[in-house]
């Protein structure tokens, strides 16, 4: 049987609670309720952890609109960068403490997650993952100089997309990074979700960036375009010539 690594609560509880950005499993009940009644599971609310990422995700969300609000690209990126940043340092060692927890409890390192499947890695709980990857795909909000409802507007379309895409039927090299297992594969999935809607948003945000003059934001949006669809066919090609040899 194996026996995972002891990790002491005094490191692991503080890289959990950096690792959960505010997650469903930490929030108080008559909340994390109402969270759930919202997003349409009604038995969910009484599972530790569960609706991690999707909770995750939409405080991400609202910290964007907030920013988006304000007018400020340059905090977006500062908070993109020290959430990954906090997210690689910590989940390794949050994700440590669950199965080490999990294992004194139950006699196995494996959690069934709300869903019922067996996980050792990538737990509901963490959701530091989705953090930065949400605001990364809102970046090109900030180069549409338009009404404040729309840049509103499209923040929420860039949410759903990304709780679409980052669902159970993942694409191109955000599926193959979510089958791998280590600290790195919990973050960089997410990451190329984020590319990905960053790649559907910026088909509109390149005509604009264009017609009104923005060469910059539209290179930027071009390149964004780019490294989308190459993360979405990357694998199929690779796959193809392994096939043709």
């Known amino acids: 049987m194996e026996v995972p690594k002891k990790i002491s609560a005094w490191m692991g509880i503080p890289c959990l609670a950096v690792s959960s950005v505010m997650s469903v499993g930490f929030w108080p009940p008559h909340l994390r309720y109402w969270f759930f009644i919202l997003i349409g599971r009604r038995e969910d609310e009484k599972k530790f952890g569960s609706g991690g990422g999707t909770a995750g995700s939409v405080v991400a969300q609202f910290v964007a609109w907030g920013l988006v609000i304000w007018g400020s690209l340059f905090w977006l990126l500062i908070i993109t960068a020290i959430s990954a940043g906090l997210g690689h340092l910590c989940i390794g060692k949050a994700e440590a403490y669950l199965r080490y927890r999990t294992w004194k409890r139950t006699g196995h390192t494996y959690r069934l997650n709300h869903k019922g499947e067996k996980v050792t890695h990538d737990f509901n709980e963490t959701c530091d993952d989705e953090f930065p990857s949400v605001l990364f795909a809102n970046m090109q909000i900030f180069f549409i100089d338009g009404p404040l409802w729309v840049k509103l507007l499209a923040g929420l379309f860039v949410l759903i997309a990304f709780r679409i895409l ?74 193809e010539l392994h096939r043709t040899r």
């Open 166 to 239: 980052d669902g159970k039927r993942k694409l191109g090299l955000a599926k193959w990074a979510d089958g791998k297992t280590g600290v790195w594969a919990c973050m960089v999935d997410d990451y190329f979700v984020a590319l990905q809607v960053s790649c559907i948003i910026s088909i509109p945000t390149m005509l604009w960036c264009t017609v009104n003059g923005r060469p910059v934001f539209a290179l930027v949006s071009t390149l964004m375009y780019l490294f989308g669809i190459a993360s979405f066919i990357l694998p199929m090609i690779v796959r």
